[in-house]
């Protein structure tokens, strides 16, 4: 075996002990008086940001409170025409959006009693719409007296006409009273609301309700013209007369005033549908 030197204990006690000395390291720390040229850049940039981010969030306020809807160029009326077209199918009318009824509808079989039942209920609406206008909860509703358009007198001769025939006069039946029961209601606590059913009313007697006259009276009374469906004077200018009062009353309407008359649009289809289907009952 290797021998290990000895040390005598006088050499490990007199011999100094070593230490090694680990060199510092100096930190040098400079303060930075002036924003370097990058941290410019940096803080330049996140104001370029902030201004673009706001003039973004300000565009698309302005943007939305410039919106366009259908129609509006041309006055309120207009608006109301496009949304009720849109109620439509592609068969009735061009603008129309609604899906065509998968069942086919019965066959087109008016009768006489059907159609009493038809017009009845029309006359109680009318008459009901007419005495709102004279009543005029809201001033804007005296705006639409005396149009020229009223339907309630001539649907009274139409009656008297058929009782002369020997025809029975039957009471009003739930659509019309339902459907009056709720314009009535309605007038006296939601004046958009009940102009649009106003306007859908009178506007599509005088267009598709015309052409549907016209079919009932080719098939029932030997195409005899009821007074429903003659006016006093040209229809077409009373219209116009009508629409310009109706644009007159919604300028002074805000934009959600509007939007909730549009949105009764398709409530007005549901009851004057209801009614018209009387007509083959």
Not at 101 to 110: A, F, G, R, V
Not at 178 to 207: G, M, R, W
Not at 231 to 241: A, E, K, P, V, Y
């Amino acid at each position: 075996m290797a021998s290990i030197p000895s040390i005598s204990q006088s050499q490990l006690f007199l011999k100094k002990p070593q230490f090694i000395s680990t060199p510092k390291t100096s930190i040098s720390i400079t303060p930075i008086s002036k924003p370097t040229k990058s941290l410019n850049l940096f803080v330049s940039k996140s104001k370029k940001m902030v201004v673009v981010v706001a003039a973004a969030g300000t565009a698309a306020a302005e943007e939305k409170s410039k919106k366009r809807y259908p129609g509006e160029g041309k006055g309120f009326v207009e608006e109301m025409r496009f949304v009720a077209m849109k109620l439509h199918t592609k068969d009735q009318a061009k603008e129309g959006e609604k899906e065509a009824q998968e069942k086919p509808l019965p066959k087109w079989e008016p009768t006489i009693d059907g159609y009493l039942k038809f017009l009845v209920d029309s006359k109680l609406v009318y008459d009901t719409l007419e005495k709102i206008v004279d009543k005029a909860d809201y001033p804007e509703y005296a705006e639409f007296r005396n149009t020229g358009l009223e339907r309630a007198e001539s649907l009274a001769k139409d009656l008297a006409w058929f009782k002369e025939q020997g025809h029975s006069i039957p009471e009003p039946s739930s659509p019309g009273l339902n459907y009056s029961a709720y314009v009535e209601e309605l007038s006296k606590k939601d004046p958009q609301a009940f102009i649009c059913h106003f306007y859908n009313t009178y506007f599509a007697h005088s267009a598709g309700g015309r052409m549907i006259g016209k079919k009932v009276a080719e098939k029932v009374l030997n195409g005899k013209e009821l007074e429903f469906y003659k006016w006093d004077g040209d229809l077409s200018q009373l219209l116009q007369n009508v629409r310009d009062k109706l644009n007159k009353v919604a300028e002074n309407w805000t934009r959600e005033e509007k939007n909730h008359c549009l949105e009764e649009t398709e409530k007005s289809f549901k009851f004057s549908g209801e009614i018209l289907r009387l007509i083959l009952s």
